[in-house]
């Protein structure tokens, strides 16, 4: 089941701004999709936890981490910020281009994206948001399981993303783009039990 849609129109960022904020959208090639209700608490725990040790590694670093709502508006090219048709807000971005970030997010693709899925959200992820992170270029794009406990990763080889790694949420991960970054998944084992 997908997200339901605002309408049948086509939109760019210069509606979405517009709209009231007491519902909240993300645009996807024009298509306007209502986000999923308040995610669950084990969400935004894990969630919490993943985007805390981001920060504490990359203090002091040129690589920023946001955390949603935060709209990323990725361009298919050199368009007005108003005719940009897709407009995510991922769970997690890491922006290592200072250039990118202005008042209202950012503006390209992130360097690295984090989703933590959820029922509701989960198939919106693995395929619309994938295929538009791919083609914006974000470098590498996780799918963080927290139900089944695993970890996809696509990383950017080329122009497209080679085949995933699968694997189980536990030890530490190693983020590829960022030397000397990691993940412990061990510190969200208490958080993935309850």
């Known amino acids: 089941m997908?997200?339901?849609v605002r309408d049948a129109n086509r939109h760019n960022y210069g509606d979405y701004r517009?709209?009231?904020?007491?519902v909240r959208y993300e645009l996807v090639d024009g298509i306007a999709y209502a986000m999923a209700p308040a995610p669950a608490r084990r969400h935004q725990e894990v969630l919490g936890e993943i985007f805390?040790?981001?920060a504490n590694a990359l203090e002091g670093q040129p690589c920023r981490p946001f955390i949603a709502p935060f709209d990323v508006r990725l361009p298919r090219g050199s368009e007005a910020d108003d005719e940009i048709e897709t407009v995510v807000q991922p769970d997690l971005s890491i922006i290592c281009d200072p250039t990118k970030l202005d008042e209202h997010g950012c503006r390209g693709a992130p360097d690295w994206v984090v989703e933590v899925l959820s029922p509701a959200t989960a198939g919106h992820?693995?395929?619309l948001k994938r295929s538009a992170y791919e083609r914006a270029g974000v470098r590498e794009y996780w799918l963080v399981h927290p139900v089944d406990r695993l970890v996809t990763v696509y990383r950017l080889e080329g122009q497209r993303y080679g085949v995933p790694e699968?694997?189980?949420l536990t030890g530490r991960q190693p983020v590829g783009?960022?030397?000397g970054v990691e993940v412990d998944w061990d510190r969200l084992a208490g958080l993935l039990a309850s």
Do not use: A, S
Request: charged share 30%.
């Open 177 to 179: 783009l960022l030397p």
């Open 52 to 54: 805390r040790q981001m």
């Open 2 to 4: 997908g997200l339901p």
């Open 18 to 22: 517009h709209w009231p904020e007491d």
């Open 166 to 168: 699968v694997r189980e």
């Open 125 to 127: 992820d693995h395929i």
